[in-house]
Nanobody, 123 residues
């Protein structure tokens, strides 16, 4: 079984910074793309940033220049550094990963989500 566990959310003032972390654990033999999504109240979940296993990145226009994404393949981890935060960045942030998994009876690829971490930007 594969789990993604996020950490690092919280309350921050406008203009502040936060760093989110997500670590994957379980019966993993590979991780493809990893990313961060967010969902604000009353809105659909949206992609914030993604990074491939080779390090190529993609960002939502709303966060370009403010957020960076990185990963540590040895730790099966992905990070989101959020700078110059704005009230409109307030949302639950979810980690996502395409994972190659194995078990006693099966080998396959599946998409996994973390439980979410709240980010609130407010004065």
């Amino acid at each position: 079984q594969v789990r993604l566990v996020e950490s690092g959310g919280g309350l921050v003032q406008p203009g502040g910074s936060l760093r989110l972390s997500c670590a994957a654990s379980g019966s993993i033999f590979s991780i493809n793309a990893m990313g961060w999504y967010r969902q604000a109240p009353g809105k659909q979940r949206e992609l914030v940033a993604a990074i491939t296993s080779g390090g190529s990145t993609n960002f939502a226009d709303s966060v370009k220049g403010r957020f960076t994404i990185s990963r540590d393949n040895a730790k099966n981890a992905v990070y989101l550094q959020m700078n110059s935060l704005k009230p409109e960045d307030t949302a639950v942030y979810y980690c996502n990963a395409g994972v190659g998994f194995y078990s006693d009876y099966d080998v396959g690829l599946d998409n996994y989500w973390g439980q979410g971490t709240q980010v609130t930007v407010s004065s």
